[in-house]
C-alpha cells in the first residue's frame, strides 16, 4: 500500500476527511448534531416520543426508527422533494440508519418511548449514508442523556459508540472515506458499519467493474476499521 497523494484532495490513502461535529445545532430537538466530513454535511436531530408503535405496545421496551432525506439542493443538481412517499434509495438508507443506531440502545431498558432519528442532507459530496450513521450517534448519546438526567431511564441505557465509513478501489489502490468523485469513479464500493469494540454491524459492497477477491475485501475491511477507530474516537471527544 502507498502513501500516494493522487487523491483529489491530496489526502492520503488511509485518511478520512475532516470531521466535525456542531452538537445542539438546533435547539429543540432532545438531540442534535451537524456531523460535516470534508464537503459532506447531515444534520441530525432526534425526537423522544413517549410511545412505542403499535406492534410493541405492552412489552415494556423501546424503540428507535430513522427518516433519511436530501435537501433539494444538496447535490449539483437539484433534487426534487420525495413528495409522493420515500424512494427506494432513501427507504433503504432510513432502514440501515435505524438497524445500525438500535445496536447502540439497550431498547429494554429505554421504557416505552421510541427514539426518532431524522439525518436530512444539506449538502452532498459522498458517504452521506455513514456520515448519518455516524452523527446520528452522537445525536442519539444526547438525546438519551438528557433523559438519563431527567431520571427517566438508567446511565447504561446507551451502548458503546457505533460508526460507519465507506471505502473503494480505484484500480489497485485501495481508499478511505471516498468523496463524491472518488465514488463515482470506484471499481469497488464498499460501506462498514461497527461497534466501537469492533464488532461489525453491516458491510455493504459492490463490485462496479471487474470482481474483486478475498485479499482485496480484507484490506478494504482493514482499512474501515482502522477509520471507523478514528471516528469512534472523535466521537467520543464531541460528546465529552
Not at 40 to 49: H, Q
Not at 74 to 100: A, F, V, Y
Not at 136 to 159: H, Q, S, T
Amino acid at each position: 500500500m502507498t502513501n500516494s497523494l493522487d487523491r483529489i484532495d491530496e489526502r492520503k490513502y488511509d485518511e478520512l476527511r475532516p470531521v466535525k461535529f456542531t452538537t445542539g445545532y438546533v435547539i429543540f430537538p432532545e438531540g442534535s448534531v451537524l456531523v460535516e466530513m470534508g464537503r459532506t454535511r447531515v444534520l441530525c436531530n432526534v425526537t423522544v416520543e413517549e410511545r412505542v408503535p403499535e406492534w410493541m405496545a405492552g412489552k415494556g421496551a423501546g424503540w428507535l426508527t430513522a427518516e433519511y432525506a436530501m435537501l433539494p439542493r444538496s447535490t449539483q443538481k437539484r433534487t426534487p422533494r420525495e413528495t409522493s412517499g420515500p424512494r427506494g434509495r432513501t427507504q433503504e438508507i432510513k432502514r440501515l440508519i435505524g438497524r445500525s443506531l438500535r445496536v447502540a440502545v439497550d431498547l429494554n431498558r429505554l421504557g416505552e418511548r421510541t427514539l426518532l432519528v431524522d439525518c436530512d442532507v444539506l449538502q452532498a459530496d459522498g458517504g452521506t449514508r455513514t456520515a448519518s450513521i455516524t452523527g446520528g450517534y452522537v445525536a442519539v448519546a444526547l438525546a438519551i442523556r438528557k433523559l438519563v438526567e431527567a431520571g427517566r431511564v438508567p446511565e447504561d441505557v446507551l451502548k458503546p459508540p457505533v460508526a460507519a465509513v465507506s471505502v473503494g478501489r480505484i484500480g489497485p489502490q485501495t481508499y478511505l472515506d471516498l468523496c463524491y468523485e472518488e465514488d463515482h469513479r470506484a471499481d469497488v464500493d464498499l460501506n462498514v458499519i461497527m461497534t466501537a469494540e469492533g464488532k461489525f454491524i453491516e458491510v455493504q459492497g459492490t463490485a462496479e467493474g471487474e470482481p474483486f477477491d478475498r485479499g482485496a475485501l480484507d484490506q478494504m475491511i482493514d482499512l474501515a476499521a482502522e477509520g471507523i477507530e478514528r471516528l469512534v474516537d472523535l466521537q467520543r471527544k464531541a460528546l465529552a
